[in-house]
């Protein structure tokens, strides 16, 4: 481990991290059928001071529109996974569990009642309308209340219950009795933080005289203050604010949760807090990391600093393009790139698509187009904050707009089901101009979720992009074959209901 120096200015950089989208003004996405603004376009923008999703450069002109848009920071995307999450989702990847006491006899739970809790937090658990634990609750909780406690590292897919799992662990450890804080977690922005938060308070409503406080920007506390709540929710630099002014004592809390640990673990300044309040804990008190993603290097880093963990991972599964069927269309120009478009929807039944842009400019002008033409389109680009993206996003999700234009910012985990169309509009590339298959990975994989079949288009219109084609190609070690949108014979071969 570093030695840490004590003027290290890592609270501010935590506190940048919150900042992640930008005041808005002026924009209006407008449904044709009824002339209406959508949801996020009336809603009032996020007061803070970065820009979420811009590209850090412009152009010559310095119009941020003509800049090729980079995709959401790691912390942006656990917002807009959780904001636009209405349900818990059914996952079909299985769990593979390595126990700290390989001896000890592995069960899960089918219900609720079976975990033994107390009657009022059950009766929490039941009101907010879980009647049974999905798959990761019914493997971990098991592992979480167990007595003496025990430490765990746990992954599982967004909506499938995690929040709820190490909440419930929480509850189960307060001892209300005690007017001191027990309970610490911690997320990587503060809106993430009032969301867990929610959580809290709904299932430990039963619980009387239960005490929930904020660790969250704009909620100071005085040198000398003494916080009581018996659960801390809050974000690294504030935590550590309070900290400092010894607001509270670290050694007396028994349950230590990183949520969205790969987030807290991978960005700088979030992993030097993870390690700071880490060495103020107690040895007896229960670490949780629970996150949807563990990269190799993270989870290195979380087997460090927890000891002897439970850990409980998604069965590693290659990702496969088997299930996409993958074009391209020559285009000579925008225009004719959205008249193949219109020559798509004559013959393809879709049910809903993302078509993804280079720049902002192209996205607007490809979503005006397509409202002229009949379509009912939803449009999401960088200069919306991330609450109006999941705003918009929901609406999607829910159908109220069969088509998605985007740029960038919607390139990786986002999963709608009816997505059965991706195109394509601009193929990805780096800063240098070379193909950009990890994103061209996650643009496709948008569609063809959970099993189902899907179709990719690529528009290519120049020279450069057919040499990006071919390294697409190159790099997956796949075939992609050319689609006339002129020839309705043919499209109705390859890309038509069969």
């Given at each position: ?174 001892t209300v009795a005690k007017e001191y804080p027990q309970c610490l977690c911690l997320s990587p922005t503060y809106e993430l933080a009032l969301q867990t938060g929610k959580v809290v308070e709904e299932m430990g409503k039963k619980l009387k005289n239960l005490s929930v406080t904020y660790a969250v920007r704009n909620n100071k506390v005085r040198r000398g203050e003494k ?272």
């Open positions: 481990m570093s030695n840490w120096g004590e003027e290290e200015n890592w609270a501010s950089a935590a506190d940048a991290q919150e900042n992640l989208s930008a005041k808005v003004k002026g924009i209006e996405i407008v449904d044709k059928k009824d002339n209406t603004q959508t949801d996020a376009a009336a809603a009032s923008p996020t007061d803070t001071n970065a820009a979420a999703g811009d590209a850090k450069k412009e152009g010559p002109a310095g119009d941020k529109e003509e800049v090729e848009e980079t995709a959401l920071s790691a912390e942006q995307n656990s917002l807009m996974r959780k904001l636009i999450r209405d349900k818990l989702v059914q996952s079909s990847q299985k769990l593979e569990v390595q126990q700290r006491d390989p001896s000890s006899p592995l069960y899960s739970v089918k219900s609720f009642e079976q975990l033994n809790l107390a009657p009022e937090l059950l009766a929490g658990v039941i009101e907010m309308g879980f009647n049974r634990p999905s798959k990761i609750q019914e493997t971990a909780l098991p592992l979480l209340l167990a007595n003496p406690p025990e430490n765990m590292i746990a992954q599982s897919q967004s909506g499938t219950g995690k929040t709820a799992a190490f909440v419930l662990a929480m509850l189960s450890r307060v916080i009581t709540a018996h659960i801390i929710i809050g974000t690294p630099g504030t935590t550590q604010d309070w900290i400092k002014f010894e607001a509270f004592d670290p050694s007396k809390i028994e349950v230590f949760v990183l949520d969205e640990a790969d987030v807290m673990i991978a960005t700088q300044g979030f992993q030097d807090q993870s390690i700071r309040v880490h060495r103020k804990l107690s040895k007896n008190c229960q670490l949780l990391l629970f996150s949807a993603t563990y990269e190799e290097a993270v989870m290195r880093f979380a087997r460090k600093i927890v000891t002897e963990p439970n850990i409980i991972q998604l069965r590693r599964e290659e990702e496969t393009l088997d299930n996409i069927k993958q074009y391209f269309v020559k285009c000579t120009s925008k225009e004719k790139k959205a008249d193949a478009l219109s020559n798509i929807y004559s013959v393809l039944s879709v049910g809903q698509a993302i078509i993804f842009c280079a720049t902002r400019k192209t996205a607007k002008w490809l979503a005006q187009t397509m409202c002229e033409g009949g379509f009912v389109v939803a449009l999401l680009s960088g200069e919306l904050d991330v609450e109006q993206r999941a705003s918009i996003l929901r609406r999607f999700k829910a159908a109220k707009e069969r088509v998605l234009v985007t740029t960038n910012v919607c390139s990786r985990g986002i999963d709608v089901e009816q997505v059965t169309l991706v195109v394509n509009f601009d193929l990805p590339i780096d800063m240098q101009g070379r193909a950009d298959c990890e994103t061209y990975l996650h643009r496709i994989g948008r569609t063809g979720r959970f099993g189902k079949s899907g179709i990719a288009i690529n528009f290519i219109s120049q020279n450069r992009d057919e040499m990006v084609l071919r390294e697409i190609e190159k790099h997956f070690g796949i075939k992609v074959h050319n689609l006339d949108t002129n020839d309705f014979d043919d499209m109705e071969n390859k890309i038509g209901e069969k």
